[in-house]
């Protein structure tokens, strides 16, 4: 079977491009420029057959109608993922909605006789920051109810953070809206991951380009973050070859047909963090110590997004913060040292 992967150049993406090729597939990647397929093919080399096709503004109508022809599958990754320098909430929320109803229009237009889509949503379109006071434990039933309303009432003043959240929300909603409105004869599903950390392989040529979850470790990892940020509380976390495997696993179970799965290994804490990068990274500098193995505690005021649905229906079995961010300090420290 051919996939289709969009934003194949991404950190998610690549992964996702990666595990699809070593488990037989072929993969059609979009990118927005010949560097990063050009890379895409070297990394990809022997492991299958790997193509890419430039795709390089998602807002534009039409723009997958080429990128769509063929392929037995979907899983759609582009979309712009950052919270700082926000200007207007437009520019997330538009490629977000746009590139997920554009790629839902090509493939009817195009190629109706494709098997299932999978988009990459996100626990932002799950959660309610404002409204529900933590500890709460969020499953795929719930919504984000906060993100939309704030954006249309700050308009330009909203917060990047909200900003990115009504994007993620706007785009899944838009996903299930024209699967309503259109019954096409292939289905959809979405998966819905918290910060996704781990091994980093696509093309990032400096730490200041580093994807937004990767980017949290990276501040930890190279003494940007002291004492006083301890125990740091900041969210739940997955390892990013689960995630992938999931969008392999979603195109492929028949009974995902239809469903959001929140994949989620649970809560992420700064001094777990900082305990995994002296033990693996001695050498890293100027890392905190803060009070070694005490981060039970904190995570007690934390919210909890429950990753079960995925591993009874999916089948994904959660890697270890450990193993996940050794892999992810093992790669970047190799591109860009210690520092
Ligand atoms: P990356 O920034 O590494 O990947 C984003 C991908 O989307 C890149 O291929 C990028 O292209 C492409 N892209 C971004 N903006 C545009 C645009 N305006 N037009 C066309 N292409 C665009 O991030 P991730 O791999 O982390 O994110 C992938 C998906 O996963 C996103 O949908 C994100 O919302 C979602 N997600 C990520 C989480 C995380 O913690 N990382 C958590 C939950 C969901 P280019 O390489 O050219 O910049």
Redesign the pocket.
């Known amino acids: 079977d051919l996939i289709l992967v969009?934003?194949?150049?991404?950190?998610?993406?690549s992964h996702t491009a990666k595990q699809f090729l070593e488990q037989g597939y072929r993969v059609r990647g979009t990118?927005?420029?010949e560097a990063?397929g050009e890379y895409l093919k070297g990394i990809f080399k022997g492991l299958g057959e790997f193509e890419y096709t430039l795709?390089?503004?998602?807002?534009k109508d039409g723009v997958f109608d080429e990128a769509v022809k063929g392929v037995d599958g979907v899983a759609h990754?582009?979309?712009?993922?950052?919270t700082d320098g926000v200007k207007d909430p437009q520019e997330l929320i538009?490629?977000?909605v746009k590139?997920t109803t554009g790629i839902l229009k090509s493939i009817q237009k195009n190629n109706p006789g494709v098997k299932r889509v999978v988009i990459?949503?996100?626990?932002?379109s799950i959660m309610s920051v404002a409204s529900k006071k933590p500890p709460v434990v969020y499953t795929e039933e719930d919504w984000n109810e906060d993100a939309i309303p704030h954006v249309e009432k700050n308009g330009l003043e909203s917060t990047g953070a909200f900003a990115?959240q009504a994007?993620?929300t706007m785009a899944e909603k838009a996903l299930w809206k024209f699967i309503e409105d259109e019954k096409p004869s292939w289905d959809a599903v979405a998966i819905?991951?918290?910060?996704?950390?781990g091994e980093v392989i696509?093309?990032v040529d400096s730490p200041e380009k580093l994807?937004?979850?990767?980017a949290y470790f990276w501040q930890w990892a190279t003494g940007k973050k002291s004492e006083s940020d301890l125990p740091g509380p900041m969210g739940n976390w997955v390892d990013?070859k689960d995630v992938a495997q999931a969008h392999i696993n979603a195109l492929t179970t028949e009974s995902a047909s239809g469903q959001r799965f929140i994949t989620g290994a649970g809560y992420l804490v700064g001094q777990a963090f900082v305990d995994i990068i002296h033990k693996k990274f001695p050498d890293a500098k100027n890392i905190p110590v803060g009070k070694p193995g005490e981060y039970e505690e904190v995570t007690k005021g934390m919210n909890l997004f429950n990753g079960e649905k995925a591993t009874k229906v999916l089948g994904i079995k959660y890697k270890s913060l450990e193993d996940s961010t050794t892999e992810m300090g093992e790669s970047l420290f190799k591109r860009f040292g210690k520092q």
Do not use: M, W
């Open positions: 969009s934003g194949a150049s991404g950190f998610i993406a990118v927005r420029s990063k795709v390089d503004d998602i807002t990754l582009a979309s712009p993922f950052y538009g490629p977000a590139g990459t949503s996100s626990v932002a990115y994007s993620k819905n991951p918290p910060l996704v950390l696509h093309q994807n937004t979850s990767v990013v």
